[in-house]
């Protein structure tokens, strides 16, 4: 599961890239692994792993993690392949879902593309070139469908019709995510893979004194998105850099309560990056090793037991489950077993996020 960071050139997309890589978690183990020159793990802060590590005291901890890469700028005519356009859109569609990264800041020593900051003009400029790409896809796909319609099957008219009113919507300027579809619909639509139907973050970078409160572009932004249903958030990219390079924990954090902040702004980033990506975590804790595992939201025990282990799945015989509330009050696993809440629950059991769990198989 990939999340990518888009944008205008100059707008803080590799600032952001880079603190990310430089984001260091509370404990020291919890690595940022280069895979690509663009592409990186980073791991997800989660103070409930801080605290299961407190109680179980293992010998190693692995948190969750999230792929970010790091798209180059693009431009406009980028849906014509201006400024190597079809490269970066080819990125984009490998990417699940989208952090659109906006310049709200003033700084006479960064030019701007189009020359003053506009991050509603900005944002247009990048949904149009997506837009225009997702027209020709589904121009080409729209071809294709009314040939297999000429079956006159019920199902591949409908196809046709769900196209046609695609098209209507995009050429009124609109993104794919924003087009009303059913369940069928929704399943057909996601088989093309538009660039704009994957979901997306604003994220606004601000100048360091607004990195508590944000401006006034951010509040224009969160208006203009939000018939869209997309999250926007906002931090300080510049001001980021600088927290990223001290290396020592404690020094981190009298530089953030000098700023007002709780924590890092790029921790809200990456958390947001995995709930945009429709991800949970789930927990294992013994004594060798305290681990975060991602599954998809809805996930039924048997497949979080298949994230460990596909033998885990196949075999499933049962679950036992401590909602992370109950472990962490209780302290430790035999204590809740001793308070008798222990859940022991089947292959219907949908998992929630922070569940302890252990599982049972026979393979």
């Known amino acids: 599961?990939?999340?990518?960071?888009?944008?205008?050139?100059?707008?803080?997309?590799?600032?952001?890239?880079?603190?990310?890589?430089?984001?260091?978690?509370?404990?020291?183990?919890?690595?940022?692994?280069?895979?690509?020159?663009?592409?990186?793990?980073?791991?997800?802060?989660?103070?409930?792993?801080?605290?299961?590590?407190?109680?179980v005291k293992p010998?190693?901890?692995?948190?969750?993690?999230?792929?970010?890469?790091?798209?180059?700028?693009?431009?406009?005519?980028?849906?014509?392949?201006e400024g190597l356009g079809n490269q970066f859109l080819a990125n984009i569609r490998e990417c699940n879902a989208i952090i659109h990264v906006l310049r709200c800041f003033e700084n006479d020593n960064i030019s701007?593309?189009?020359?003053?900051?506009?991050?509603?003009?900005?944002?247009?400029t990048i949904e149009t070139e997506l837009q225009l790409k997702d027209l020709d896809t589904l121009e080409k796909r729209l071809d294709k469908q009314r040939k297999?319609?000429?079956?006159?099957?019920?199902?591949?008219?409908?196809?046709?019709?769900?196209?046609?009113?695609?098209?209507?919507?995009?050429?009124?300027?609109?993104?794919?995510?924003?087009?009303?579809?059913?369940?069928?619909?929704?399943?057909?639509?996601?088989?093309?893979?538009?660039?704009t139907d994957k979901p997306v973050l604003y994220l606004c970078n601000?100048?360091?004194?607004?990195?508590?409160?944000?401006?006034d572009w951010v509040e224009k932004v969160r208006e203009a998105v939000?018939?869209?249903?997309?999250?926007?958030?906002?931090?300080?990219?510049?001001?980021?850099?600088?927290?990223?390079?001290?290396?020592?924990?404690?020094?981190?954090?009298?530089?953030?309560?000098?700023?007002?902040?709780?924590?890092?702004g790029v921790n809200r980033v990456i958390?947001?990056?995995?709930?945009l990506l429709n991800l949970q975590t789930f927990f294992t804790a013994g004594e060798k090793e305290v681990r975060a595992w991602t599954v998809q939201k809805g996930s039924t025990a048997p497949q979080a037991a298949g994230a460990i282990h596909t033998d885990f799945e196949k075999g499933f015989i049962r679950a036992e489950v401590i909602p992370y509330e109950v472990y962490a009050h209780y302290g430790s696993e035999p204590a809740v077993r001793e308070a008798g809440k222990m859940q022991v629950e089947g292959k219907e059991y949908i998992v929630k996020g922070g569940d302890v769990m252990h599982f049972r198989f026979n393979v």
């Open 112 to 124: 701007h593309v189009d020359g003053a900051i506009n991050p509603l003009r900005d944002r247009e």
């Open 1 to 55: 599961m990939k999340c990518g960071i888009v944008g205008l050139p100059n707008v803080g997309k590799s600032t952001l890239f880079n603190c990310l890589s430089s984001a260091k978690a509370q404990s020291a183990n919890f690595p940022f692994c280069t895979i690509e020159p663009n592409v990186g793990m980073v791991t997800v802060p989660d103070p409930r792993l801080y605290k299961l590590e407190e109680l």
């Open 59 to 81: 010998q190693r901890v692995q948190p969750a993690t999230v792929e970010i890469v790091d798209i180059a700028g693009l431009v406009k005519g980028a849906s014509r392949g």
């Open 271 to 275: 958390r947001a990056a995995y709930d």
């Open 226 to 264: 939000k018939e869209e249903g997309a999250g926007v958030i906002f931090l300080a990219a510049a001001t980021e850099a600088d927290i990223a390079e001290l290396e020592d924990y404690e020094e981190r954090q009298l530089f953030l309560d000098d700023l007002g902040l709780e924590e890092p």
């Open 148 to 195: 297999a319609a000429k079956s006159n099957q019920a199902s591949e008219l409908e196809k046709v019709k769900i196209l046609e009113s695609l098209q209507q919507h995009l050429e009124q300027g609109k993104s794919v995510r924003s087009f009303e579809r059913n369940e069928e619909g929704a399943a057909f639509l996601e088989e093309i893979q538009f660039l």
């Open 206 to 215: 601000v100048g360091e004194r607004q990195a508590q409160t944000g401006n």
